[in-house]
């Protein structure tokens, strides 16, 4: 289940906060390795590592590093302050963490009794990736809107894994990361999906929140074995909370699998199986006979959800401007370009729904 090794911090390659990448020398020779600073402490050149290899070797390519477990001859300090939400649960790395909902924290009273999102839009997508072409297209069209970003946990758990959160956190298109269920190191940590939504509008005071699992997904090839099936249960939890849920489609035209090509029956399963509450769901208006595919295929929704036609004109550049490199399952913007302009025009028409 689990290849250890035992290696020697080579170079610190680069680093993004809560994350730093190394080359570590191993009996097979040097190899990428990533440390969480908060969990394991901060890794130097010559320092003794405890490593798990098993995504390394597996040829993972979203996970494809060794992961440090611990700086054996260096362990950090203790942990101090409150938090009594434990994350990553009997696990050997399992975290304490302080969650906005629990009765230590400042934000407990505002939370205890909170029951609605009131109205805020709610952007649900199947991929990690899709978070930042939705913002792309989000702030073309409204500049200024307050976004909050809630991790569920169908991929990776450290929400320090993922750059471009990092990145678009520090130039401000997200006023805050609130990681739920058992992902954590978000600004706020919640213990459901919930309680993340509650979080991001009345403790982070989004005016939009954007919903999607950690980089890393996980899919089988089965009808119902793939981690996006929490896209499904997100417009669920926006819905009952009296939020506005908008459906992003996975969609792609760069995806040559059939399961995939056009809209994904990632996106079919979630929210026309998964998803009990009515969502709004954005059509882009591709050109061709792909995009009348697409507009086929989702017209499979339209039985519980309202479809709503969404122009891409503009978008295209929009997304040539994104602060982070765009890229899904490897592919870039011009190699998947329907998959992004699909994503940003969810985000496109969340800017439209806000008053």
Not at 135 to 148: F, H, K, P, S
Not at 241 to 269: F, M, N, Q
Not at 328 to 355: H, I, K, V, W
Request: aromatic share 6%.
């Amino acid at each position: 289940m689990i290849r250890w090794r035992k290696g020697e911090v080579v170079r610190i390659r680069r680093e993004w906060p809560g994350a730093v990448e190394l080359d570590v020398s191993v009996p097979e020779g040097e190899c990428r390795a990533l440390a969480y600073p908060p969990l394991v402490g901060r890794p130097e050149p010559g320092d003794e590592v405890l490593l798990n290899t098993t995504a390394l070797a597996m040829g993972l390519g979203t996970g494809g590093y060794a992961m440090v477990v611990a700086v054996p001859n260096r362990l950090p300090q203790d942990p101090d302050g409150p938090g009594h939400l434990v994350k990553a649960r009997y696990t050997p790395l399992q975290a304490t963490v302080l969650g906005a909902d629990e009765q230590d924290s400042p934000h407990h009273a505002r939370l205890r009794e909170a029951d609605s999102l009131d109205g805020m839009p709610v952007v649900v997508a199947d991929l990690h990736s899709a978070l930042a072409p939705i913002l792309c297209g989000l702030y073309e069209a409204r500049q200024g809107t307050r976004v909050a970003y809630v991790m569920l946990d169908g991929g990776a758990l450290p929400v320090w894994f993922s750059m471009s959160a990092a990145r678009l956190r520090e130039i401000g298109w997200l006023a805050g990361v609130v990681t739920v269920g058992q992902s954590f190191g978000g600004d706020v940590e919640a213990v459901t999906a919930h309680t993340g939504l509650l979080a991001a509008r009345h403790v982070l005071e989004a005016d939009v929140a954007i919903v999607t699992q950690g980089p890393g997904n996980l899919g089988t090839g089965t009808r119902w074995g793939f981690s996006g099936v929490s896209a499904g249960e997100a417009v669920n939890a926006a819905g009952v909370l009296l939020g506005r849920p908008v459906a992003a489609l996975r969609v792609s035209e760069g995806d040559l699998r059939e399961r995939h090509y056009g809209v994904s029956h990632h996106s079919l399963t979630a929210y026309g199986r998964v998803a009990l509450t009515p969502a709004e769901v954005p059509v882009p208006e591709l050109a061709g006979e792909f995009g009348e595919r697409v507009r086929d295929q989702a017209e499979l929704l339209a039985v519980r959800h309202r479809l709503v036609s969404v122009p891409v004109d503009g978008l295209h550049e929009a997304l040539r401007a994104s602060p982070v490199r765009l890229s899904t399952m490897g592919r870039g913007l011009e190699e998947d370009l329907a998959y992004f302009l699909a994503s940003a025009a969810a985000g496109r028409l969340a800017a439209s729904m806000l008053p």
